[in-house]
């Protein structure tokens, strides 16, 4: 059974820094595309970085230059370290697994995180 769980959030300043990290057990494929998604309260679930089995990084424009998705595979840990954080990028944080490419929606990712809240104060 494939198991993702969130870490890291929290409630910082304007500016300041956070790093999330999603631990994933179970999974035994080797091919895979891994996102980090947030969704505000009355909003969609956005994506906001991907990376595929081949290393491949994608973000969403918002967060490019401030954002950085890395994995650990030996710990099989995904992270996102949050730098210059702003007032917008306060939602839950979720990290999601599917097996194959990465799509640019939410819906065809199989399997979730319990998220993690993120809040940046003014």
């Known amino acids: 059974q494939v198991h993702l769980v969130e870490s890291g959030g929290g409630s910082v300043q304007a500016g300041g820094s956070l790093r999330l990290s999603c631990v994933v057990s179970?999974?035994?494929?080797?091919?895979?595309?891994m996102g980090w998604f947030r969704q505000a309260p009355g909003k969609e679930r956005d994506r906001v970085a991907d990376?595929?089995?081949?290393?491949?990084?994608t973000y969403t424009d918002s967060v490019k230059g401030r954002f950085t998705l890395s994995q650990d595979n030996a710990k099989n840990t995904l992270y996102l370290q949050m730098n210059s954080l702003k007032p917008e990028d306060t939602a839950m944080y979720y990290c999601a697994l599917r097996r194959g490419g990465c799509p640019y929606t939410f819906h065809l990712y199989d399997y979730w995180g319990q998220g993690t809240q993120v809040a940046v104060k003014t």
């Open positions: 990376i595929n089995s081949d290393g491949y990084i």
């Open positions: 179970g999974y035994t494929y080797s091919t895979y595309c």
